[in-house]
């Protein structure tokens, strides 16, 4: 039987981190869970409709790999993908797929409020079995789909900033192609 690397990449409040627990609940709840940088903290993947559940932090010198080899899980699941490091700790997640013959499943923002794929999200493209929409549409304050991420400070997009703070939904929103190019949240 063959194995997936399966890519899940939206916008934020797509229900990812939902979706995340969903899997992982359905495929048996004995799989690891990971996540990295979570909005909660480190070790919980936390969705934004109140579900949470403990995960294996996703420490940067991490070999997910090797830790992989170690646990044997059925299957694994990722939330915070992006986050990873690229490309190395993808690289993992396609070996583990390959070299352990396990199911894994990442879960993930595709670009930063830039409108910039994330390193990981692109390797994670790059070597990804398939590559899936996340379920909820999300739109932009016009009504069209909503496919990228905005920084925004008292109305106004915001064009720095530190990527990692995304997450913070005080300051973020998704808006379309159209109305992100023209900074117009
Ligand atoms: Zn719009």
């Avoid at 969705?47 to 299957?75: F, N, T």
């Avoid at 016009?142 to 939904?169: H, L, P, W, Y």
Wanted: hydrophobic fraction near 40%; aromatic fraction near 8%; charge should be negative.
């Amino acid at each position: 039987m063959s194995h997936e690397l399966v890519a899940y990449l939206g916008v934020m409040d797509a229900g990812k981190s939902t979706l995340a627990l969903q899997y992982h609940h359905s495929l048996g709840g004995d799989g690891v869970l990971y996540t990295c940088q979570d909005r909660s903290g480190t070790g919980m993947i936390s969705s934004r409709i109140g579900l949470s559940h403990e995960a294996r932090e996703v420490a940067p010198d991490l070999d997910v790999y090797d830790e992989l080899a170690d646990l044997k899980p059925s299957y694994v699941v990722v939330d915070e993908v992006q986050f990873l490091q690229a490309p190395k700790q993808i690289n993992h997640l396609a070996d583990a797929v390959d070299g352990l013959g396990i199911d894994v499943y990442a879960f993930g923002l595709k670009t930063d409020f830039l409108g910039r794929l994330f390193p990981a999200s692109a390797r994670l493209l790059e070597l990804a079995d398939r590559v899936e929409e996340l379920p909820v549409p999300v739109r932009c304050w016009c009504g069209a789909k909503g496919t990228q991420n905005a920084r925004v400070r008292d109305g106004v997009m915001v064009f720095s900033g530190d990527v990692v703070e995304i997450g913070d939904m005080d300051s973020y929103t998704v808006l379309c192609r159209k109305h992100h190019r023209a900074g117009l949240a």
